[in-house]
């Protein structure tokens, strides 16, 4: 539970580094993909297996029900966050109000725990890009089709 601990005061310090400084919902949704692949998978230093998260739960989830249980409710948190984001976005207009704000954000939630098996497995920068470039062109295209 220590190091679940430790790890997500990381997770925390990468992934959400820059939100308050960032404006509009979907701007600050686009940040966490950011900082995802840039801040936090690539810490070697830290995070020198990828993300913790997902090699703990594989790993634990029948050894560890209550370990795995509190990964899974992390996952829970980040899933409510990105869609609470994207609630806003549609309630300021910078989404159109057809846009299905839970569709959306378990798609890059799916998307970006299917970027960190891959990375854990293969540590290239270039193999990262290629998991989580295409979750922010999909964040992009959901807001540009609102305003073509």
Sequence with gaps: MTVLSEARKIWRSRVLDGLDQT??????MRKILENFRDLYLKDSENIPGGCVFVTLLVELDDQRPDFAKEI???FSRV???MNR???EAK????LGPEVDAEAVSRVLFVGLLGASVLYGVDKS???LAKSV???I??????????HA
């Design 23 to 28: 404006g509009s919902p979907l701007m600050k």
């Design 72 to 74: 899974s409710e992390g």
């Design 79 to 81: 899933l409510l966050l």
């Design 85 to 87: 984001l994207l609630e």
């Design 91 to 94: 309630s300021s207009g910078e």
């Design 125 to 127: 920068s270039e193999a």
């Design 133 to 135: 470039d295409p979750l």
């Design 137 to 146: 062109d999909y964040l992009d295209n959901v807001f540009n089709a609102k």
